[in-house]
């Protein structure tokens, strides 16, 4: 495997990674307040993902450098040409993060709701567009020789985008139910468990859908064919788990079957990078690559730095490993405190 | 409006916002470790309270700065997508390593850090805390470095059959002398910038506290408050003003720097159009910003343009009309100087802006010597105050170091009206400056009322079931800790 190849694998491992991780917490986003009907429901919903949202954000951050390094033709003429879709799922992004961490400071009903609503909203769409913008890849777009789009910005929603799109929101909701029965205990897991019985099936159908599209409209090779089921048999087996098995298998079905859908996006895409509706100005692998001085110099920075983010951020989920608690943070603590208050401790602020 | 003014527009927009929380992010992630290991030294429940209180205002920066920061990775394919094929092989490199090497970091261990307060053991919690100012200071490095290589091209070729530009030594790239000293310059911004805000939020309860004494009614709650923060008050001075009297010095050999490699900035920021030798300083002057014109200067300082220009006494500084000749023959016909006002002024508010913070921190070091640092109203008043200044002064170093630039966008290299993108054009420019405009000033103010808020609410208590120092923790009850 020469470089560019090497660098193609790795940013469509980071843009699965991306789907997988991320992917549960646009679940609990938008499902967050389906699952909890009280507050101290909302907020264990979302102390599921608490901790770990905002480094599993870097996973989208990453590719989109790298891309900008190894590949900056495809870089360009990608986020140009998908101009509104990225912007889409950038405000969708902002607005998400920001709502987890003011929502927590939120004082007032009236306040929460807002937070809820935006932060619910913003959890759909952030897949819904970076999804348009992965479908798009393979789809086939009027590019000029320049790399840059023509047709309006109108070209940029394909129908094909617009099914990964949907097939990846729907994916994401399922694997956010999935994740929450995971790591909840009580009134919450158990709405979460029935959700994610309804929500595995719509989400298979669509699995099965964009297969179907797929193999018929883009006519991939054995190898692309094969990506394309395997995501289809993890969701399958997932959609059948979810009655019953355990709630770890299921999600290790979930994430195949979220994981699998992005893989095989780009397993199909290769040796392209960009699909043109005229062969010509498709862009390719070879003909984006950076130099292989440029390559290599960051081949050596992430075979160092890589295997040590896997290493902590592995570390970071293996700390959180338990169940959240139902209780609010800001009720009684259930724990006897034995701590060695030489002050003495306030009774607890209303906040 | 042509796609090019909005596309600049933008990204200045964009990236000055981004700024406002970057340096408050940084500086307060030093402090608040700091903090912690005072706390880890003590074992006390008074600093861990303290700890926790200023982390709070931490993740709230560390929110908005996080989500516009996801713009600045995307925005140079958005609408300098020409900008992207031409320099990406040096210019995303060091991007691609700053999502690998500090974001990570930064975002994994800021989680661990705060959900962990209670399940960690408490040197892991300490080395959690540490993590995320190197993240922070790390991230940095990397931009830091890529935009230095716009201001100064080094270590690359042009590649003749692409005409892309291509990366030949990384060693050079962060042996930029542009970026050594600018990298020096953004740290001292962040550790004075986090000194400051200690200083300000301490000082508006320290003030509190003195104004119910002096009515004859001390009140204990009030008094707590001052009593906690009385110790990062003092150090956030401290930190502000050797960070500051540092600056002085950096900003000096920046100065240098400009002259060596980018003449028309520092020309541009004294709005000086002659060459001239030595050259003088004016405080401030009226008119004069356009060629031709006779500026009216308010008090002038003889040799000090030469010695921050030159750092000696009688260098010589070439003039704007000059500068442009030169260029005009070297580069082809153009305009060649930048915006003179904003160079000029934003030199000012940044300059000034260190000068008052220097001389606001020598006043409360005098006040600390003469123990009357809790009771003077009107040094707490003004400190409390000062928490804008930082702003204001970050906004204005952004747009000297980047408008100086134009018309470049990479020195030399590239013009920036050709680094924009071919698809498009200015109608979806409009609509995404619309997204960024309610968004940003939404969040922007949504923020600001936040950390005042939280501020001002002071030193809360411990979360529910933290424990006590050295106990190991204990996973079924971890899940009960770690609470949004």
Same mark, same amino acid.
């Given at each position: 495997?020469d470089?560019?190849?090497v660098?193609?694998?790795l940013?469509?491992v980071?843009?699965?990674?991306? %789907?997988?991780?991320e992917?549960?917490? %646009?679940g609990v986003?938008?499902l967050?307040?389906?699952?909890?009907r009280?507050?101290?429901e909302?907020?264990?919903?979302?102390?599921?993902?608490g901790?770990?949202?905002?480094g599993?954000?870097?996973?989208l951050?990453?590719?989109?450098?790298?891309?900008?390094?190894?590949f900056?033709?495809?870089?360009g003429?990608?986020?140009?040409?998908?101009?509104?879709?990225f912007?889409g799922?950038l405000?969708?992004?902002?607005?998400?993060?920001?709502a987890?961490?003011?929502?927590?400071?939120?004082?007032?009903?009236?306040?929460?709701?807002v937070?809820?609503?935006?932060l619910?909203?913003?959890?759909? @769409?952030a897949?819904?567009?970076?999804?348009l913008?992965?479908?798009d890849?393979?789809? +086939?777009?009027?590019?000029?020789?320049?790399?840059?789009?023509?047709?309006?910005?109108?070209?940029?929603?394909?129908?094909?985008g617009?099914?990964?799109?949907?097939?990846?929101t729907?994916?994401?909701?399922?694997?956010?139910?999935?994740?929450l029965?995971?790591?909840?205990?009580?009134?919450?897991?158990?709405?979460?468990?029935?959700?994610?019985?309804?929500?595995l099936?719509?989400?298979?159908?669509?699995?099965?859908?964009l297969?179907?599209?797929?193999?018929?409209?883009h006519?991939?090779?054995?190898?692309?064919?094969?990506a394309?089921?395997?995501?289809?048999?993890?969701?399958?087996?997932?959609?059948?788990?979810?009655?019953?098995?355990?709630a770890?298998?299921t999600f290790a079905?979930?994430?195949?079957?979220?994981?699998g859908?992005?893989?095989?996006?780009?397993?199909?895409?290769?040796?392209n990078v960009?699909v043109s509706?005229?062969?010509?100005?498709?862009?390719t692998?070879?003909?984006?690559?950076?130099s292989?001085?440029?390559l290599?110099?960051?081949?050596i920075?992430?075979?160092?730095?890589?295997?040590?983010v896997?290493?902590y951020?592995?570390?970071?989920f293996w700390v959180?490993?338990?169940?959240?608690s139902?209780?609010?943070?800001? +009720?009684?603590?259930?724990?006897?405190?034995?701590?060695?208050?030489?002050a003495?401790?306030?009774?607890p602020?209303?906040? | 409006m042509?796609?090019?003014?909005?596309a600049r527009?933008?990204?200045?927009?964009?990236?000055? #916002?981004?700024?406002?929380?970057?340096?408050?992010t940084?500086?307060?992630?030093?402090?608040?470790?700091?903090l912690?290991?005072?706390?880890y030294?003590?074992?006390?429940?008074?600093?861990?309270r303290?700890?926790r209180?200023?982390?709070?205002l931490?993740?709230?920066?560390?929110?908005?700065?996080?989500a516009?920061?996801?713009?600045?990775?995307f925005?140079?394919?958005?609408n300098?997508?020409?900008?992207?094929?031409?320099?990406?092989?040096?210019f995303?490199?060091p991007?691609?390593?700053?999502?690998l090497a500090?974001?990570?970091l930064?975002?994994?261990?800021?989680?661990?850090?705060?959900f962990?307060w209670?399940?960690?053991?408490?040197?892991?919690?300490?080395?959690?805390?540490?993590m995320?100012?190197l993240g922070?200071?790390?991230?940095a490095?990397f931009?830091m470095?890529a935009?230095?290589w716009?201001?100064h091209?080094?270590?690359?070729?042009?590649?003749p059959?692409t005409g892309?530009?291509?990366?030949?030594?990384?060693?050079?790239?962060?042996?930029?002398?542009?970026?050594v000293w600018?990298?020096?310059?953004v740290?001292?911004?962040a550790?004075?910038?986090?000194?400051?805000?200690?200083?300000a939020?301490?000082a508006?309860?320290?003030?509190?506290a003195?104004?119910?004494?002096?009515?004859g009614t001390?009140d204990?709650?009030l008094d707590e408050?001052?009593?906690?923060?009385?110790g990062?008050?003092?150090?956030g001075l401290?930190l502000m003003?050797?960070?500051?009297?540092?600056q002085?010095q950096?900003?000096?050999?920046?100065g240098?720097?400009?002259?060596?490699?980018?003449?028309?900035?520092?020309?541009?920021?004294?709005?000086?159009?002659?060459?001239?030798?030595?050259c003088?300083?004016?405080?401030l002057?009226?008119g004069?910003?356009?060629?031709?014109?006779?500026?009216?200067?308010?008090?002038?300082v003889p040799?000090?343009?030469?010695?921050?220009?030159?750092?000696?006494?009688?260098g010589?500084v070439?003039?704007l009309a000059?500068l442009?000749?030169?260029?005009n023959?070297? #580069?082809?016909?153009g305009d060649?100087v930048?915006?003179?006002v904003?160079? #000029?002024?934003?030199?000012?508010?940044?300059?000034?802006g260190?000068?008052?913070?220097?001389?606001?921190?020598l006043w409360?070091a005098?006040?600390?010597w003469?123990?009357?640092?809790?009771?003077?109203?009107l040094f707490?008043?003004?400190?409390?105050?000062v928490?804008?200044?930082? %702003?204001?002064?970050?906004?204005?170093?952004?747009?000297?170091?980047?408008s100086g630039?134009?018309?470049?966008?990479?020195?030399?290299l590239l @013009?920036?009206?050709d680094g924009?993108?071919?698809?498009?054009?200015?109608?979806?420019?409009?609509?995404?400056?619309?997204?960024?405009?309610v968004?940003?000033?939404?969040?922007?103010?949504?923020?600001?009322?936040?950390?005042i808020?939280h501020?001002?609410?002071?030193v809360g208590?411990?979360p529910?079931?933290?424990?006590?120092?050295?106990?190991r923790?204990?996973?079924r009850?971890?899940g009960a800790?770690a609470?949004y």
């Amino acid at each position: 495997m020469d470089l560019p190849t090497v660098w193609f694998v790795l940013i469509a491992v980071l843009w699965t990674g991306f %789907f997988v991780l991320e992917g549960f917490d %646009f679940g609990v986003g938008a499902l967050h307040a389906v699952v909890g009907r009280t507050d101290a429901e909302r907020r264990s919903a979302l102390s599921a993902i608490g901790p770990w949202w905002d480094g599993n954000e870097v996973w989208l951050v990453v590719p989109v450098a790298g891309t900008f390094a190894a590949f900056p033709p495809w870089y360009g003429a990608w986020l140009s040409g998908q101009y509104l879709v990225f912007w889409g799922g950038l405000a969708a992004l902002i607005v998400r993060g920001v709502a987890l961490e003011f929502g927590r400071h939120a004082d007032g009903a009236a306040a929460r709701r807002v937070w809820t609503v935006l932060l619910s909203v913003a959890s759909l @769409l952030a897949p819904a567009f970076l999804g348009l913008a992965l479908g798009d890849l393979v789809a +086939g777009l009027p590019l000029d020789g320049a790399g840059d789009l023509v047709g309006g910005a109108g070209a940029a929603f394909t129908p094909y985008g617009l099914l990964v799109a949907a097939t990846l929101t729907m994916l994401c909701l399922a694997h956010g139910a999935t994740f929450l029965t995971l790591r909840t205990t009580g009134t919450v897991e158990g709405r979460a468990s029935t959700l994610r019985r309804r929500l595995l099936l719509p989400a298979t159908t669509l699995v099965v859908l964009l297969a179907v599209v797929t193999v018929v409209a883009h006519r991939p090779g054995a190898v692309a064919t094969v990506a394309v089921l395997v995501p289809v048999a993890a969701a399958v087996v997932a959609t059948l788990w979810s009655g019953g098995a355990s709630a770890g298998r299921t999600f290790a079905a979930s994430a195949v079957a979220i994981g699998g859908t992005v893989a095989a996006i780009f397993v199909g895409l290769f040796p392209n990078v960009l699909v043109s509706t005229d062969p010509a100005t498709t862009l390719t692998v070879a003909g984006t690559a950076a130099s292989p001085y440029a390559l290599q110099v960051m081949s050596i920075t992430t075979a160092v730095l890589l295997p040590i983010v896997l290493a902590y951020q592995a570390w970071g989920f293996w700390v959180f490993r338990a169940r959240v608690s139902g209780s609010s943070p800001d +009720g009684p603590s259930t724990k006897a405190s034995a701590a060695a208050d030489s002050a003495g401790r306030p009774s607890p602020d209303p906040r | 409006m042509d796609q090019l003014d909005l596309a600049r527009i933008q990204f200045a927009t964009t990236s000055i #916002y981004h700024f406002l929380f970057v340096p408050v992010t940084m500086g307060l992630a030093v402090c608040v470790a700091v903090l912690h290991t005072h706390w880890y030294r003590t074992g006390r429940a008074e600093p861990a309270r303290v700890t926790r209180f200023f982390g709070g205002l931490l993740l709230l920066s560390v929110a908005v700065g996080a989500a516009s920061g996801l713009v600045q990775e995307f925005q140079f394919g958005l609408n300098w997508s020409r900008y992207s094929v031409f320099v990406g092989d040096v210019f995303g490199a060091p991007l691609a390593m700053e999502g690998l090497a500090a974001f990570f970091l930064e975002a994994t261990f800021l989680g661990l850090w705060w959900f962990g307060w209670s399940v960690l053991p408490r040197r892991v919690h300490l080395f959690t805390a540490w993590m995320i100012p190197l993240g922070a200071m790390l991230s940095a490095v990397f931009i830091m470095a890529a935009n230095s290589w716009m201001q100064h091209p080094v270590g690359y070729e042009i590649n003749p059959v692409t005409g892309r530009a291509q990366l030949t030594s990384v060693v050079d790239l962060f042996a930029n002398r542009i970026f050594v000293w600018g990298y020096l310059h953004v740290v001292l911004v962040a550790l004075s910038f986090g000194g400051t805000v200690l200083l300000a939020v301490g000082a508006w309860h320290l003030r509190r506290a003195a104004r119910a004494r002096r009515a004859g009614t001390p009140d204990p709650a009030l008094d707590e408050q001052a009593r906690l923060l009385r110790g990062s008050t003092k150090g956030g001075l401290w930190l502000m003003l050797v960070a500051t009297v540092l600056q002085f010095q950096v900003g000096g050999q920046l100065g240098i720097n400009e002259t060596t490699f980018q003449p028309m900035k520092i020309a541009a920021a004294e709005a000086n159009w002659d060459t001239c030798s030595p050259c003088s300083f004016s405080v401030l002057q009226i008119g004069g910003f356009d060629s031709g014109e006779t500026p009216v200067k308010i008090i002038e300082v003889p040799h000090l343009l030469s010695l921050l220009a030159t750092g000696s006494w009688d260098g010589q500084v070439q003039g704007l009309a000059q500068l442009d000749e030169q260029y005009n023959q070297q #580069y082809g016909p153009g305009d060649y100087v930048p915006n003179v006002v904003i160079q #000029y002024f934003s030199m000012r508010v940044m300059a000034y802006g260190a000068g008052g913070l220097a001389m606001l921190g020598l006043w409360g070091a005098f006040l600390l010597w003469r123990r009357r640092f809790d009771d003077s109203r009107l040094f707490l008043w003004v400190s409390s105050w000062v928490v804008i200044a930082p %702003f204001a002064m970050a906004t204005a170093g952004w747009l000297l170091t980047e408008s100086g630039r134009q018309p470049w966008l990479v020195q030399g290299l590239l @013009l920036t009206k050709d680094g924009l993108s071919g698809s498009g054009g200015a109608g979806q420019i409009v609509v995404s400056l619309l997204i960024v405009g309610v968004l940003y000033a939404t969040i922007g103010i949504t923020a600001a009322v936040l950390m005042i808020r939280h501020a001002r609410r002071g030193v809360g208590p411990l979360p529910p079931d933290d424990q006590s120092p050295g106990d190991r923790p204990t996973t079924r009850a971890a899940g009960a800790a770690a609470t949004y």
